[in-house]
């Protein structure tokens, strides 16, 4: 881009005039471009129309406003367009020295370079920061201390904006009546404009963006009041485009982004073809409106914001062709100036003495924007539709706005280029650019950090993939922490690449990741080829981290981590290695250390690379207060005894399984039910037994356990809080038991052929003792016998029951001891305890209370013998074990074998070549002249002899890696391709530890290329 000093940028008048060119090409974009503004001046006198800047000619002088009325001399040495680059000392200026010297690079000579460098080094060193030339103040002295060799230090002030690559500066003003009436017969009114124009080196769209800032400051004339104010006052980026031939053009507009552009009307273009190229697309997007008082908002400001203001957006563009329809406005003369205050409102500018608006030719409705469509798409309002295609000027226009005496306005343009595969394709990469261009500027130059990416593990399985970016928890939470400029963490992309190095326009998008799953993918299917994962196939994947702004004034929202790339070889394991699970299988349950808790610990591997064998601890914690305990399910942590370390901390009971990090497997544990298991003869005729007796007969069918009715367990669910069995022994011994009358006094004391025991743990403790039973729905006789009680069949006859049992295990506390507790066989005997235990037990055995262990459990007496069970039976009530605090599990996982020396044994027989026979080519090659066959299930050390039936040795192969595979490429020693035919490959090979596995011969044959399309 060209730059003048009198306000005038992309005109260069040793080139024709054409100033400005996208990359260097040889053909121009622009012919020239200014800055017009309008509007009324309220000054005391006349109320006038003011209209300014630059078009055709230029309504600006070069220089500053020293003080109101008066300018600098433009013949003054230190008025002049000051530019600098940061690497002027250093970098390579053979371009720079061509362009402003305009001569060819080849042409350039070591002076002329020098000559450049002295250039900058001046601006450098005399960078006019008191007229208002940005700079960086590096040092906290006021005013501007360089360096005075140029340098760029952390220590000297700098020149510059933005952090910019290369800034350009330079400072007009409308004092000059007779400049001013050069343009459209305008009155000066004491405007001074600064300009800032800068740019990055870059290989992104950043790299093919000019920044243009524009301070316009009303310091006035010299009889300019203190309380003037220009009102209704407009800015517009005016601009002359030319496509490479001026004759052939088109302009559009882009609402949505403040942008207009001007585009090749055809394919080809005369001035591009000479380069060759394709025609470029030249935009200007308004960045930074004129700002506006707005109570509670916030504008763009200086590389920076201000509270209590607004940033007008584009308020309308319009386009000149230089037909009667849209002509350019008249320069020199009132009506021009009538015109163009007509077209920076947004009318027609002509008859300037009317307001026209627009119509948009598709819809047939009034607009400020014209040529709002897609040209792309051919869509909605193009250009092409009213007017053919010929020169065009475009004008984006910005307004109304107030500006008083001694205020500043500031509005900030992109200047942005773009090439496509044609000449319409190039709208979307400038457009792309705008967007890169955009939203730096939103975050006021200072750029989102760059996006951190995950540490992946691929893990290489039997037609298998897995790809793990969970075990560097550190690099995780670096990616899923990630905030910069409003830019959070949003998910994972994945892609699989046809080859490493491939472009993204050819990856095969995995499906969306879920992100509320682990951060850990298993792959199948070859989604490049449309088939499942093959052995010894190398796949490429991509993964990217992808960050969102929710703020909408961002043209991407959503920004992207450089991929991290990965190739992967899927397989089964190497030789000597021995995976003791598949994905998915289940760990043994983990079994109690400390504690008898019943909690359901599942273990499942999800990687089965990983396991290694150590000891892993579940340690149960409950809550000491017992209010809390009601609600708060235990929780565990998990331990790894083996190494001391605690992976896992404070993880509720009943909650999803849990991922061990880099330990490949899942952990969960459940509460164990409450309540009731089941009932079980545990003894038989003094014998161990494990029968279930609950409503189904004993073995022997001589009993079973129902409750009332059609019962299920919970029908003799006792109201016990204690998790320990209770057992009724039917042992040859008796004991008391009460039998319930309509009051305590009346209820009896029977004698039954049984004892009743509460046995188990209860934390460290163990419990084993005798506790008494109570006997309800009884006849008036005082023995325990069956009868016909409940509506119940077996084997299609009624069954007869025992009167129903009540296994009463708790106690009642009186002063520092307690009574109904152990049984006491001399009950009946101790006339005090004997009443305080009999009102103990008929007023708990009477009602389902939580004194019960089992509550009115019925024993049918199948085989009509009078005895309930016989001697030598145990029948146990087994309850759900609960957890306790300091319960501990633990389980053990097989370790993976690394060096297992049968295995690897075994394992080479399979070891194999393919493809074969080699027809010509094969899938994997990524090119036709790169060519080969894979051997594969290799150990460490192999050493590969290829033998042609001559028996010469034409190519031998050494191995010594961890990898299973050895390729081939079908050349021999000399590095020529071998003639077809069959080949032997002889295979010596060893595993790690240098242990002989044997010899192994295969058969290979090879078609060369033209003898298998022969074959075809």
């Known amino acids: 881009m060209w730059a003048n000093g009198d306000g005038v940028l992309g005109y260069n008048a040793a080139a024709g005039g054409l100033g400005v060119r996208y990359r260097g090409d040889a053909a121009a974009l622009v012919a020239r471009e200014g800055l017009i503004w309008g509007g009324i001046v309220r000054d005391g006198r006349d109320d006038q129309l003011l209209l300014g800047g630059q078009s055709y000619v230029s309504g600006t002088s070069p220089g500053a406003i020293v003080r109101p009325g008066v300018a600098e001399n433009p013949s003054n040495d230190d008025v002049r367009i000051y530019r600098v680059r940061r690497d002027w000392a250093t970098g390579d200026l053979t371009h720079d020295a061509a362009v402003t010297f305009g001569i060819p690079e080849v042409l350039v000579t070591p002076a002329d370079i020098a000559r450049l460098r002295e250039l900058y080094r001046a601006d450098w060193r005399d960078w006019p920061w008191e007229k208002g030339a940005p700079y960086y103040d590096r040092d906290g002295v006021p005013g501007y201390q360089p360096d005075p060799d140029g340098g760029a230090d952390s220590l000297t002030d700098e020149p510059g904006l933005a952090e910019a690559d290369q800034v350009l500066w330079f400072v007009a003003n409308d004092l000059d009546s007779t400049v001013t009436e050069s343009l459209y017969n305008g009155r000066s009114a004491g405007l001074e404009m600064q300009v800032t124009c800068w740019a990055y080196d870059r290989a992104d769209g950043i790299g093919d963006v000019v920044y243009q800032r524009y301070r316009l400051i009303y310091k006035g004339t010299a009889f300019t009041p203190a309380a003037a104010y220009i009102q209704s006052m407009y800015l517009a980026k005016w601009v002359d485009a030319d496509i490479g031939n001026y004759t052939d053009d088109y302009a559009g507009y882009d609402a949505a982004g ?24 030249v935009g200007y997007a308004l960045l930074q409106g004129p700002r506006v008082p707005a109570s509670g908002r916030e504008a763009y400001w200086n590389i920076g914001s201000v509270d209590g203001y607004r940033n007008l957006r584009a308020s309308s563009f319009t386009y000149f062709d230089g037909s009667v329809r849209n002509s350019d406005a008249n320069l020199s003369n009132f009506r021009g100036a009538g015109e163009m205050w007509n077209i920076l409102r947004g009318y027609e500018g002509t008859p300037f003495t009317r307001q026209d608006c627009y119509i948009d030719p598709i819809t047939n409705e009034c607009t400020k924007f014209e040529l709002t469509g897609d040209p792309e798409n051919f869509s909605g309002w193009v250009d092409g539709i009213v007017l053919g295609k010929s020169d065009r000027r475009i004008l984006l226009s910005s307004g109304n706005f107030t500006i008083t005496r001694g205020d500043t306005q500031e509005v ?53 993939i897995i790809l793990d970016w ?29 080859a490493l190095d491939s472009p993204e326009k050819d990856w095969v998008a995995l499906p969306a990741f879920d992100i509320l799953k682990p951060r850990f993918i298993s792959v199948t299917a070859d989604r490049i080829r449309g088939r499942d994962l093959v052995n010894g196939q190398k796949y490429y994947f991509a993964l990217r981290t992808r960050m969102y702004n929710p703020n909408g004034s961002f043209v991407n929202q959503r920004i992207r981590s450089t991929p991290v790339r990965l190739t992967v070889t899927p397989h089964a394991p190497n030789p000597g290695v021995v995976y003791p699970y598949a994905p998915g299988d289940q760990i043994s349950d983990a079994y109690n250390l ?60 009943d909650s999803a399984a849990i991922r061990v990090i880099g330990r490949g497997f899942t952990v969960e544990a459940l509460s164990p039910l409450y309540g009731l298991r089941g009932v079980y003869q545990r003894e038989y005729n003094g014998l161990p037994d494990s029968a279930l007796v609950f409503n189904q007969p004993n073995p022997a069918v001589e009993y079973m356990v129902v409750g009332a009715g059609s019962s299920y367990l919970d029908t003799i669910l006792g109201g016990n809080a204690l998790d320990v069995d209770v057992e009724l022994r039917f042992h040859g011994d008796s004991s008391w038991a009460l039998m319930i009358g309509p009051t305590a006094p009346s209820s009896r004391w029977v004698r039954v052929p049984y004892t009743a025991w509460q046995i188990g743990k209860i934390g460290p403790d163990s419990i084993n003792r005798q506790i008494y039973t109570v006997i309800s729905g009884q006849g008036s006789d005082s023995l325990w016998r069956p009868t016909i009680l409940l509506d119940r069949e077996y084997d299609g006859e009624t069954i007869e029951t025992f009167y ?51 509550w009115k459990v019925y024993i049918a ?68 002249f790169s060519h080969f066959v894979t051997f594969s299930h290799l150990p460490r050390t192999a050493v590969i002899r290829i033998v042609n039936l001559a028996g010469d040795v034409v190519r031998t192969i050494a191995k010594d890696d961890d990898s299973q595979f050895a390729t081939w490429d079908l050349n021999n020693h000399n590095g020529l391709p071998v003639g077809g035919g069959l080949y032997l490959a002889l295979i010596e090979m060893k595993d790690g530890a240098g242990r002989d596995l044997g010899n192994r011969t295969l058969k290979l044959m090879v078609v060369p290329e033209k003898q298998s399309i022969q074959l075809r």
């Open 804 to 854: 129903p049992v009540t296994i009463v295990s708790d106690s009642q506390k009186l002063g520092t001891g307690s009574i109904a507790g152990t049984y006491n066989d001399n009950v009946q005997a101790d006339s005090t305890e004997n009443v305080r235990t009999r009102g103990f037990l008929w007023v708990n055995g009477g009602t389902y209370s939580i004194k019960n262990a089992v």
């Open 470 to 498: 969970e075990s560097d928890q550190a690099a995780l939470a670096a990616v899923e922490s990630y905030e910069s400029r409003g830019f959070r963490f949003e998910d994972y992309e994945i892609y699989q690449m046809p």
């Open 412 to 464: 900030v343009f992109a200047l942005v280029g773009g090439r496509g595969a044609d000449n319409r394709g190039g709208i979307t990469d400038m457009k792309n650019h705008f967007g890169a261009a955009k939203d730096l500027f939103l975050t006021n130059f200072d750029p989102p950090a760059a996006i951190p990416h995950p540490t992946v593990r691929p893990v290489e399985l039997d037609r298998k």
């Open 594 to 653: 400390v504690g008898n808790n019943e909690a359901k610990v599942t273990v499942r591997i999800y990687d089965p690379s990983r396991p290694d064998g150590h000891i892993y601890k579940m340690l149960f914690h409950r809550s000491p207060n017992q209010l809390v305990d009601l609600y708060l399910r235990p929780w565990w942590d998990l331990i790894d005894s083996t190494s001391g370390d605690t992976l896992i901390k404070g993880v509720s009971t």
């Open 861 to 928: 007496d199948l085989d009509h013998d009078g005895e309930a069970a016989p001697i030598g039976t145990t029948i146990r009530f087994e309850r759900f074990k609960f957890i306790r605090n300091g319960d501990e599990k633990i389980f053990i996982p097989s370790a993976v074998a690394t060096s297992d020396y049968a295995a690897a044994k075994l394992a080479v027989e399979e070891v194999n070549v393919f493809p074969n026979p080699y027809y010509g080519f094969n899938a994997a090659e990524v090119d036709r």
């Open 258 to 281: 403040d942008l207009m552009y001007a585009y090749n009307a055809d394919p080809t273009d005369l001035e591009f073809d000479k380069v060759p190229a394709v025609p470029a697309v």
